[in-house]
């Protein structure tokens, strides 16, 4: 019998695990052709999601759970589910049941079907502010004029994987992990499904949109690269005040005449080349930056537990 692996990476979901629970619970009891698996990545979660899965396992032998040493992000927790799973194949959910387990049934024909990444696309992107659905459709843009292989639009992390692609996500190491990206690195033959995505049911989104930026920029900045993005975000505003300062005193020169000559356009042109300068080295200490983590060499995350067994 094949094995279903469901993974479902966890920070401070307390108050949606048991929800989600039952939902998963129907949906095996329903598809009882396959073995299943349902393993719960905590990622340090500060509230009572640890306690809260550990008795679910007490009544639901299908349930596993690794238990990393303190919050890595959610990037990182789904490296730790890609190492831990044992399934022919996995999906990857939010706890949130913002992603809907009804889908799974359909990702699992196809994936019968012998496609090897099945993946969710939102038709809607649900109530986000105009300003997040405008960056993130500048972010696409950017990404997907920048690389070799196609970056998908409004596609999540949820999806269905088969061990190959679980496989080869695994040999892929970084500590910048930025894993939408990944998945459309690895290939494979994918298959689309269609979704309408809901709104949280409870508990609060972990993203801001500073978050969320972050993601954009590629994965997590460790505390060290902060000063150089500050860099870059000043030197961009030095820039940008200067352009305005630039028309002002043009348009001003232009009407009302010039006292000294070529005084305003020498330093709006200095303020402005200097406020260049800075967002690209700014730009530059991003990369930088992004080299000297992964020269450390630290492993993506640290687990502590795996069921109940400490990982020494
Ligand atoms: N998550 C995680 N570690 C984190 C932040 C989030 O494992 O540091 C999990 C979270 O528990 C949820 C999923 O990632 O299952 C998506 O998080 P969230 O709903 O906050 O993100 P959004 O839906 O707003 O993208
Ligand atoms: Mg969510």
Redesign the pocket.
Known sequence: MKKISIL????N?EATLHLLYMELRKLIDSQNNYEWEVLFVN?GSKDNTLNLIKELRKNDYHINYVDLSR?F??EN?MLAGFDFVTGDCMVII???L?DPPSLIPTMIQEWEQGYLDVYARRAGRGKESWIRKKFSLLFYHILDHSTRFDILQNVGDFRLLDRVCINALKKLRENERYNKGLFCWIGYKKKEIVFNRGD?IAGQ???NFLSLFNLAIEGITSFTTAPLRFASILGGSIALMAFCFLIFYVTKTLVYGDEVKGFTTLIASIFFLGGIQLLFIGILGEYVGRIFNETKRRPPYIAYQYNENIIQ
């Open positions: 479902v990476p966890c920070y979901e990622d919050n992000g959610k927790a939010d706890a949130d913002q949280r989104s972990s993203w």
